[in-house]
């Protein structure tokens, strides 16, 4: 049975405006963090280009990707991606995995290489091997760092431990200070397969209403992209491990960016929606499930995903104007928790891959995942409202025990309150006037003697 969308009180409509409003970036920390890494991949691109021990990598190419470039990114610019295109001077060939749905394959030469890609294949000498590549990438991206200087004063670059599961190669920016982590960047290797999309997504995305039938022909003429990614399960065989994941992140962020219904949707002075504003809402609930309900499975592509199926089906501008956020959001997050409760979110471009199938969303998981989503409603989403952390060197003391009065028997009667209260006045007017008449005589005195 469908959620239907609660009532909108008064408070969380307040709630939510705030909330959409703090979780933009300010200028001067775009600024910022745009400086520091388009020169850290400026220097990387020509260090790469000059290597001389792998010149396969002398050719990368950069398509940048991720919320920050699809302009998405909340509360700070902490977080960018990378995607490294690697340059392949034969024709490559695809096959799927079956159990995958069209999610995960094995990338192959039309024939046998003598260029440099020959370093990376298989025994088979035509299988590209998913880790050669990213194990070459992260050496080099090493001892690209310990040769790289960041400005004085603004931290310095650590490269994080190999995630096997990951495409990427992450650097983080620390404070030299403490350590803390200031930003990290994803690196990723891609191959480019010109030739076509495979089956499973060949139909394009589901954008007809939305975009129209011209923008989905012109995103299937696009190239598609494979990255180093193997699936996240156990027992994997010899060619699970060298497999691609497809990647559409170049296309997923043209959505993003041209997303209206019109094609001058947010665009310099025209009329604007409250798109975005919502995925940022949905995004920053993701980061505190995760934090609270120790959801490791949940990220955001599970929020984007259902974002893009939810405007190819409420696709018209007018459902998007900046007065109903508040309605936007809450029937955006309806649609996400059906999908949860059904277990059922399908991929947008690969449509018969489910990101909710137990064998990539444990069901345990997904059964915490419905219950804190539920919780949330219920309770007014308190993930949504900002906790204010204390005033540093503030440590406040803790509060004092409540210490049990023994109980006295009622001897005291108002009577002997009253006549208590007129001694202690008497007392203190004695004491007023006696005073002043010691003053008076003091004063004469003196008079008297001059």
Known sequence: MALDIPSITPELDRLIRQRGRDLRLRQVDKQQAARLVNKLKTDLLKFLKDNQ??????????ITTGSYFELVKII?????????????????????LEKYNGAFYTVSLQRPARSEIRHFLLEDERTISSSK???????????????????????RWVVHRRQINSPAVTLGLVNEDDGTEIMSVDIVPALEVPQGWPEAARAGPDVDK???????????????????????????????KESWRISFS???????????????????????????????????????????YKLEHLCSYHGKTAFFHNLSVR?????????????????????????ANKALLPHFFVRNYNLFSPSVFPKRSLMVLTSALKEQREEGFPLLQVRRPPAIGYNPAPPAQPQEVPEEPNTVTPKNDTVTSQHSSFTFTYVTVACIMLFMAVGCALYVKI
Not at 76 to 96: C, G, H, V, Y
Not at 138 to 154: C, M, T
Not at 255 to 278: Q, Y
Not at 315 to 339: A, I, K, V
């Open 53 to 62: 021990e792998q010149p396969f990598f002398r050719d990368v190419s950069p």
């Open 76 to 96: 700070k610019p902490n977080e960018f991606d990378i995607m490294l295109k690697l340059q392949t001077s034969s024709r490559l060939t695809w096959k799927a």
């Open 133 to 155: 590549i990213m194990k070459e990438m992260h050496n080099l991206v090493q001892r690209f760092i310990k040769s790289y200087q960041v400005p004085a004063g603004e931290g």
């Open 210 to 240: 939305w975009l129209g039938k011209n923008t989905r022909r012109k995103f299937v003429a696009q190239p598609v992209y494979f990255v180093p990614k193997r699936p996240k399960q156990r027992n994997l065989s010899d060619v699970e």
């Open 250 to 292: 170049h296309i997923e962020k043209e959505m993003l960016r041209f997303h209206g219904n019109r094609r001058t949707c947010c665009e310099r002075n025209e009329i604007r929606c409250c798109r975005k504003e919502c995925l940022r809402l949905l995004k920053c609930l993701f980061e505190g499930l995760k934090e609270r």
């Open 315 to 339: 696709c018209e501008d007018s459902l998007w104007t900046p007065g109903q956020l508040s309605h936007c959001f809450m029937r955006l997050l309806c649609d996400f928790e059906n999908s």
